[in-house]
């Protein structure tokens, strides 16, 4: 279920009785709350028939007690059970779920992870008003959804420029729209956003950063490779090697797969890896330099430099020293 949909009728007046929100990503929760905390209630009826309740102060017994209430010189009420993954009595909202009051809007914030879709409650706010599971962007659909976002803010924003937002801040949307807005408010409307917009403005350097380092060892550019980690060494706010590792682990494994694909066309490798068509094509030309040994050796490599980032059999070596060793022997 798409969330903007369901905040378009919020902003339309058209409230369920229940919104059961729960989910691994809190941003998709956070705005659906958002837009009914500021559309149900004009400004001045909120002091009176609004309340905000959280998990860890309060029961099943006074939350039911605040949505059975009357309003007062208001159309509804709204209750909101905020960080409700704390709260201990969700089966105990059951009578109430099955009999909710038509004049207050109950919003339920289950974030962080999935409420069990087989428990009574979430089932009767089901039948009785609207569930959302808030799901998290897969990393393969990252870019994508970052270009899309951007376009609806009025802006472009460049293959790489997605890349780079993307490897740097994950996929935690809450933080990638945050630095999106403030880059909103720097940039003239319309601009399409490129990589020195992101190194100017959000601190992501454009030539030292986890996509270009993953680029240089793909065509074993020693040189380059070497420069950046030695940049990440000198900046250790730029990356880890734990996130590194885990990007290289991705690269190696995807470069394996092609090597046993029957069609290795680039379409079908952007199919099969759902990765863009560009980053397939250099996947491909990738592939011809690391054959199956090669990458299986890799992927051991990176095995050992994880445990030894870890403490384990690395008792004196830091972590821009591990990442310097690591790096040079991935590419001899």
Do not use: C
């Amino acid at each position: 279920m798409d969330h903007l949909p369901i905040i378009q009728q919020i902003k339309a007046k058209q409230f369920e009785p229940i919104y059961f929100l729960h989910g691994e990503e809190a941003y998709y929760i956070d705005a659906i709350t958002d837009a009914i905390l500021e559309h149900a209630l004009e400004e001045h009826e909120k002091d009176f028939n609004q309340s905000i309740l959280y998990g860890k102060d309060t029961d099943a017994t006074s939350l039911i007690a605040e949505a059975k209430g009357y309003p007062m010189m208001a159309e509804r009420r709204v209750v909101v059970l905020k960080e409700a993954q704390d709260f201990r009595g969700m089966e105990d909202l059951l009578p109430y779920f099955e009999s909710p009051s038509e004049q207050t809007v109950f919003v339920v914030n289950y974030k962080y992870k999935n409420y069990d879709s087989r428990k009574k409650s979430i089932k009767a706010a089901q039948k009785n008003g609207l569930v959302f599971k808030s799901a998290k962007v897969p990393e393969y659909k990252l870019s994508d959804w970052i270009g899309s976002y951007v376009k609806t803010k009025g802006f472009g924003i460049t293959p790489k420029a997605t890349m780079l937002l993307a490897e740097f801040l994950g996929n935690d949307l809450s933080k990638i729209i945050n630095e999106l807005e403030k880059l909103s408010l720097l940039v003239e409307s319309g601009t399409t956003i490129n990589e020195i917009h992101i190194e100017e403005n959000i601190g992501i350097s454009k030539d030292y950063n986890v996509f270009e380092l993953v680029n240089a060892i793909s065509v074993r550019d020693v040189p380059k490779a070497l420069k950046i980690v030695d940049y990440f060494d000198h900046n250790p706010k730029a990356t880890s090697i734990i996130v590194v590792i885990s990007n290289l682990f991705n690269h190696f494994s995807r470069l394996m797969k092609i090597h046993f694909m029957e069609n290795k066309s680039k379409d079908a490798i952007a199919s099969a890896l759902r990765v863009p068509p560009f980053v397939a094509n250099q996947m491909l030309a990738s592939a011809k330099i690391y054959n199956p040994k090669k990458l299986a050796a890799n992927i051991s490599i990176l095995h050992e430099f994880d445990l030894k980032s870890k403490g384990i059999n690395n008792s004196s070596f830091s972590e821009g020293e591990l990442m310097k060793e690591m790096v040079y022997r991935l590419m001899h």
